[in-house]
Structures are given as structure tokens and as C-alpha cells.
């Protein structure tokens, strides 16, 4: 089945207590389809870029079989650029530089061949953006996955809630859950969120896994406990990636097959963490994807006499 991925292509300059890089590939869009390469055979992308973006990235991206038809190059225009510190715990971090450049004005082109998606997955941006890609669709597809950010709960909350009732299923952190519900006990903030418009709600918790809810039924995923986490920038982007990218090879959107989308999700989001960038991410066999997917499945499983 068919995902299309609308975000953001950008440059990223990170640096976390292991080290510091300077602009190296990035955005939600980069590590979404690159993580979800892993699974399903059509992956296509609508970003934009500037004239400034390496044309060997935009071949990293095709080597791994995403279609670049709908990347936008603005020659004359730089490339979206994110700067940031993390601290000694890796959950809390220091936006130090942010330019939106060509991102600022980005109009979201769908190639005529990627109309009739079966999956759409809409990166973290914009949510007037958002809302802007699914009227341009001329088929609903057969699921739409959103993912935001607080930025946009205390700027933009109309238009968020507008796109929200369009959506089937959105992913979160816990801290945006709550701004976004006004409940501190994540179970009461999912029924609200879930009152919004998304049937399916996926709260991510970072270190300590990801909760997926669907009417009354919930179901939690642990995350791997690592030896090393080198960058946690991406790990969310691969995690959706990770999770539409199964969902949209199986072509199944039940509860019990997010579930194990759910691990699979995680799985990349283990693997992007343990280097700088994508640079994981690049790089991997089936067998390591399925071996790290077993882990999951050993620090989950018990049984009861």
C-alpha cells in the first residue's frame, strides 16, 4: 500500500554530551520516510527544500526508495535549519538557533501520482498545512496519522482542533497530551483528545515507551532500556515511520496489528537514537530490524500460573 509523508526536509546542527555536529540531515519528513523505507515499497514525499540542499541527500532518500517527486527545491531559497543543545539527561534540550526559511512559505504540491494514497502520515508543522494537504487529496485515504507539537497548542489551537477532526489517529508526547487536554491522568486526557476528532490516540513517553488508545481499549509498549543513547533528535519521526510504514505493508488498521505496529515503531526509534542524525537509520538489515523487535518481545512478555 501506498504512504505519502508530508513535513519537513531540513539541516540539523545537534550536540549532546557524546558530541556535536554541524549540519547534517534532518526534519520529521527525513527520518518518517526513511524509517518507514524499512517496510513498505511506495514512500512518498512532499517537502521543500532550498537551492542550498545536497543533491547526494536527496539520493540518500532514493536509494532507500522514497519518490522525491514532490520534494520542492526553491533555488533561490535556503533550507529549513534547526539548532539545538541537549542536556546531561537527554529528555530536555536547548533550541538555540531556528530558521524556517523556505518553510516559512511551504505550499504542499501533490504529484498527481500520489493521488489515491492509502496512507498519509503528516509530519509535525504547520496544522494549516496539514489541513491544506487532506483537501488536496481527491480520495480520503484509509488512514490519516498526525503528529504536533505544544508550539502549535498555544499559537495555533483553533486551527489544530480544525485539522484534528479530520484525522484518525494522533501521535503525542505526555506533556502535550496534557496541555493539549487540560488533564493531568493520561487516560482521562486521551478520552478528550479522542472527543476532538481522532479515533486512535498515541501517547509517547519517550525512555519510558508509548501508550496507544482506541475507544476503551488501551495498550502499552515499553521502550528498550539502551546502553547508549548517543541523539534522541528524530526518535519520534522514526517511531511514526516505523509504525505507518508496517501498518501501510500489512494493509491491516486493526487495534491488534497497531499494536505490533506500535512495536515495530519503536524498534526504529531505538535504532535512530544510538547515532548522530539518520545515521542509524541508514544502514540497516532486515535481520537487525527483526532481531530488535524480538528484544521487545522477550522485555514484554510473561505468564502467569
Not at 533561490?76 to 512559505?105: A, C, P, Q
Not at 480520495?139 to 489551537?157: F, G, S
Not at 495498550?219 to 517511531?239: C, K, M, Q, R
Not at 511514526?240 to 510504514?245: H, L, M, V
Request: aromatic share 10%; glycine share 8%; hydrophobic share 45%.
Amino acid at each position: 500500500m501506498s504512504l505519502l509523508t508530508v513535513g519537513s526536509v531540513a539541516f540539523d546542527a545537534l550536540e549532546t554530551p557524546f558530541g556535536k555536529t554541524d549540519k547534517i540531515i534532518g526534519g520529521a519528513a527525513t527520518y518518517i520516510t526513511l524509517a518507514a523505507s524499512y517496510f513498505t515499497q511506495q514512500n512518498n514525499l512532499v517537502a521543500v527544500v532550498g537551492g542550498d540542499f545536497p543533491k547526494e541527500m536527496i539520493g540518500l532518500l532514493e536509494e532507500h526508495g522514497v519518490d522525491t517527486k514532490g520534494l520542492e527545491i526553491v533555488q533561490d531559497g535556503k533550507t529549513f535549519f534547526w539548532s539545538g543543545k541537549y542536556h546531561e539527561d537527554m529528555n530536555t534540550r536547548d533550541t538555540l538557533i531556528t530558521e524556517l526559511n523556505v518553510m516559512e512559505h511551504f505550499d504542499p504540491i501533490i504529484p498527481d501520482s500520489y493521488q489515491g494514497t492509502e496512507f498519509l502520515m503528516l509530519g509535525n508543522t504547520v496544522p494549516a498545512t496539514q489541513k491544506l494537504v487532506i483537501e488536496r487529496l481527491a480520495e480520503r485515504p484509509k488512514l490519516i496519522m498526525l503528529d504536533t507539537m505544544n508550539l502549535w497548542m498555544n499559537i495555533a489551537l483553533d486551527d489544530l482542533k480544525s485539522v484534528l477532526k479530520l484525522v484518525d489517529l494522533l501521535t503525542i508526547n505526555d506533556e502535550e497530551a496534557r496541555l493539549l487536554s487540560g488533564e493531568y491522568s493520561l487516560r482521562k486526557a486521551a478520552k478528550k483528545i479522542m472527543a476532538m476528532g481522532p479515533k486512535t490516540l498515541i501517547i509517547k513517553k519517550g525512555e519510558h515507551g508509548a501508550l496507544l488508545f482506541q475507544e476503551d481499549r488501551i495498550f502499552f509498549a515499553p521502550a528498550l532500556p539502551l546502553e547508549e543513547v548517543f541523539d534522541p533528535t528524530g526518535a519520534g519521526d522514526s517511531f511514526a515511520g516505523g509504525f505507518i510504514g508496517y501498518l501501510a505493508a500489512t494493509n491491516d488498521i486493526s487495534f491488534e496489528n497497531m499494536k505490533r505496529a506500535i512495536i515495530y515503531g519503536s524498534a526504529m526509534a531505538s535504532f535512530c537514537v544510538e547515532k548522530f542524525g539518520t545515521e542509524r537509520l541508514v544502514n540497516l538489515s532486515k535481520e537487525e530490524i527483526n532481531a530488535r523487535v524480538q528484544e521487545f518481545v522477550k522485555l514484554a512478555s510473561f505468564e502467569i500460573q
